[in-house]
């Protein structure tokens, strides 16, 4: 069965500073790869996705993810995090079935 | 363009009683998911529809757990009779593509 696997339980950072959130599946097909985010209080909503060409994705509020085939990694980063960053971030994927399967998530916690 | 709204959004029940959730996904997507967080664990798939028919039901935890989609349209799932170990929220999504869109969960707490 496949499964995912987020490095970070919970991150605890100052504005300003870098982020990265590992992720890393087991799965030997082509998959899709997204990241989501649920800030306190609201719905899980996509910050980006991967399906296919360019590994290095956009998505919004200046995040990005790098696909990395050799690995099974699909990382998160931010260069520079704010307070309004302060969320649970999950990594995602599915073997093109629809069925997303979930990490366990990781709390990030900004301070101002 | 409404979004993917589910009802209600907390309950809570004793041990042995029925309890249905209702999710009621973005007009227009034949997709509709349920999926379930318990506390401290990861968001683990349920089943998924394709308009009213059951797609894949392979994460369901048992047969205490029912879900329907009358027409094709909002889906309810009923866990009958509930246990402790139901607890926890209770989210739907549901998508045209590959692309899920998630309703607010409904936080479900058995005592």
């Known amino acids: 069965a496949q499964s995912v696997s987020q490095h970070n339980h919970h991150v605890i950072l100052s504005e300003a500073a870098s982020l990265e959130l590992g992720c890393n599946y087991s799965?030997?097909?082509?998959?899709?790869l997204f990241w989501y985010v649920q800030y306190p209080g609201q719905h899980l909503q996509l910050l980006l996705k991967?399906?296919?060409?360019?590994?290095l994705v956009k998505g919004i509020k200046g995040f990005e993810a790098e696909f990395i085939k050799s690995k099974f990694s699909f990382n998160l980063r931010k260069p520079s995090v704010q307070w309004s960053d302060t969320a649970e971030y999950f990594c995602?994927?599915?073997?093109?079935?629809?069925?997303?399967?979930f990490g366990a998530g990781t709390t990030v916690t900004v301070r101002a | 363009e409404a979004g993917v709204t589910q009802f209600p959004s907390h309950s809570v029940i004793e041990k042995g009683q029925t309890v249905t959730l209702r999710c009621d996904p973005i007009?227009?997507?034949?997709?509709l998911y349920w999926y379930r967080r318990v506390m401290g664990k990861e968001i683990k798939f349920l089943l998924h529809?394709?308009?009213?028919?059951?797609?894949?039901e392979s994460g369901m935890p048992n047969n205490r757990f029912l879900a329907e989609r009358t027409g094709g349209t909002y889906s309810t799932l009923k866990v009958q009779p509930a246990e402790l170990e139901d607890s926890g929220v209770y989210f739907c999504?549901?998508?045209?593509?590959?692309?899920?869109?998630f309703g607010p969960g409904t936080r479900l707490t058995v005592l």
């Open positions: 999504a549901s998508s045209q593509g590959f692309k899920q869109f």
């Open positions: 799965y030997g097909g082509t998959v899709n």
């Open positions: 991967y399906f296919s060409g360019d590994p």
């Open positions: 995602a994927v599915n073997p093109r079935d629809y069925k997303l399967s």
């Open positions: 007009s227009g997507h034949d997709n």
């Open positions: 529809f394709v308009k009213e028919s059951k797609q894949d």
